[in-house]
């Protein structure tokens, strides 16, 4: 028998291509790669389904080739942020009010699209853009798009379902889950093509209208993905596309009367200014805005001595090195027990210097260019800091050049000082420092971890002693919103590992869950009864 109701299927992770030699997908990856690179493009700002071309333009080079120009793009102003802001609005009426169905449709027909894998258009994209390789764009901007878009309609759907538990007769209690009032900002970072699509899509998908100003180093994947966007239906209005300085569109956007939420993923200390700026407005707005957030991270590794060193060593060298150390969960600093470094030592410098660096088109290079200018300076900087220091050595890398692109090794800082500086502050690249600790302190270093940084985004355990990890576990319980046992602390997948994190790295609102979706709905109860009284009075008011 058919169900009366229609209901979203239930979703599966998207299976990850290999791109090994041979294969389809490798082929048509490359080519597109090639046509991508033949031509430059010019981007213009969407506001309501409209081309807006400023004149005010931004480049968009390869960061592994920064001579060579992709295109340029135009920058939004205030002007145009007051554009994008009416547009949205007038989307509101009726976006706001469409059947969630139709809504989870247009959504699962973007995923469609992306799963035409003979176009890669947008994992070249994203390789182009930002520097990846092909099974790290593959499992960006392809996989996880597509499980963001199709496991958040089938979060939607048990979201809707959550109703007042009981009626009693000639009562009907309900809820209605309803957009926000007013218009979503959507802040996205240069690292991941899919994170900017999900922060775009997720209150989208809720009814909401969003402001999308992607990271001025993602323009060029986030346009085709803002294409992916209008092709799949998304009606004008709806994702309005503005990118542009911080400067000048953020401080427009958050003094908005209409500013209902904010989703945002990038640094700390932007998180922060934009939520004081809220904070100096909120008297201007006319709800509050939904904040909704995740920053910065200093993931860590705690070893006990009952560790798999061969597993270990592999953990560390793809935890930190992979994507550069540019994820936002990358491995940065790692606690290990003096009496098994010896052996990890060997087993994990071997596997470093295996590490092949360079063009991701040379589908042999693990490790590819850091984004841009800004970060390879802020990340040689941290590198030159410990040549000097008295308490660190450098035992792995070291070297970097930008002369073609911004390349910088795979870097190892040993240091006898657990508070050293890359023990603690954020680096966003491909560093990681060791700290050798007595394991007759093991209690104590757990204590260190959970102190020495700010941020609670990412780490993991390693240990066959169950005890120990178990103790690991309870004594690290606010260190980390995403923990992993015997495992490297980046990769989270989505339905398997809801991501985000506490402290200073966020809201820990769990991207690719429930409990992220629920944040772009404002609830009416509604209770309708059936056989109202006509009389005021009650039976105990009755004397005889």
Request: a negative charge.
């Amino acid at each position: 028998m058919q169900n009366a109701k229609a209901m979203v299927p239930k979703p599966v992770n998207e299976p990850v291509l290999s791109y090994a030699p041979g294969t389809p997908e490798r082929a048509a990856l490359k080519s597109r790669i090639q046509e991508l690179k033949s031509q430059e493009i010019e981007v213009p700002i969407i506001i309501g389904g409209q081309e807006i071309k400023t004149g005010d333009m931004g480049e968009m080079r390869i960061p592994h080739d920064h001579n060579h120009l992709l295109g340029r793009f135009h920058k939004a102003g205030e002007k145009e942020v007051k554009m994008a802001i009416e547009a949205a609005m007038d989307a509101w009426s009726s976006w706001s009010k469409m059947p969630w169905e139709s809504r989870a449709a247009i959504f699962n027909k973007m995923a469609s699209i992306l799963q035409r894998h003979g176009e890669q258009t947008i994992n070249a994209s994203t390789i182009l853009c930002q520097s990846k390789n092909a099974y790290q764009a593959e499992i960006d901007a392809s996989c996880e798009m597509i499980d963001f878009l199709n496991f958040n309609s089938w979060y939607a759907q048990q979201l809707y379902s959550q109703q007042p538990t009981y009626s009693p007769d000639g009562m009907w209690n309900r809820l209605e889950h309803r957009p926000l009032e007013g218009f979503v900002f959507a802040v996205s970072p240069f690292n991941f093509t899919s994170i900017g699509g999900n922060l775009t899509a997720a209150p989208a998908l809720m009814g909401n209208v969003v402001l999308w100003k992607p990271a001025s180093s993602a323009v060029y994947s986030s346009h085709f993905m803002m294409n992916l966007f209008r092709e799949a239906g998304v009606p004008n209005g709806v994702i309005n596309f503005i990118p542009g300085s911080g400067r000048d569109v953020g401080p427009n956007v958050l003094k908005d009367p209409n500013l209902a939420g904010i989703h945002f993923t990038g640094s700390t200390a932007v998180f922060q200014g934009m939520w004081k700026t809220v904070g100096e407005n909120i008297s201007n707005y006319k709800s509050y805005p939904r904040i909704v957030g995740e920053t910065g991270g200093k993931d860590f590794c705690i070893a006990h001595e009952s560790s798999d060193v061969d597993a270990l060593a592999t953990a560390m060298v793809r935890g930190a090195f992979e994507y550069q150390g540019q994820k936002c969960s990358a491995l940065s600093r790692t606690y290990i027990p003096k009496n098994i470094w010896p052996e990890l030592k060997e087993k994990y410098l071997a596997q470093v210097k295996a590490i092949k660096m360079g063009d991701p088109e040379d589908f042999s290079n693990f490790m590819n260019a850091v984004i841009d200018q800004s970060a390879f300076d802020s990340i040689t900087a941290y590198i030159d800091g410990a040549k000097k220091a008295t308490d660190a050595e450098i035992i792995s890398g070291g070297n970097y050049d930008d002369a073609k692109g911004y390349f910088i090794e795979p870097t190892t800082i040993l240091t006898d000082n657990p508070k050293y500086i890359t023990m603690c502050e954020e680096i966003f690249g491909p560093v990681l420092t060791i700290y050798l600790y007595d394991p007759k302190d093991w209690k104590a270093t757990l204590d260190l971890v959970d102190t020495t940084s700010p941020y609670a985004l990412t780490g993991c355990v390693w240990g066959q002693d169950r005890e120990a990890v178990n103790e690991a576990s309870q004594r690290l319980t606010h260190a980390a919103g995403n923990f992993y046992i015997n495992d490297k602390p980046s990769g989270a997948v989505v339905g398997q590992q809801p991501f985000g994190g506490s402290r200073a790295s966020g809201t820990n609102d769990k991207a690719g869950s429930m409990f992220n979706l629920v944040r772009w709905i404002t609830m009416r109860t509604i209770k309708e009864t059936f056989d109202p009284p006509k009389d005021f009075s009650y039976p105990f008011m009755d004397e005889t």
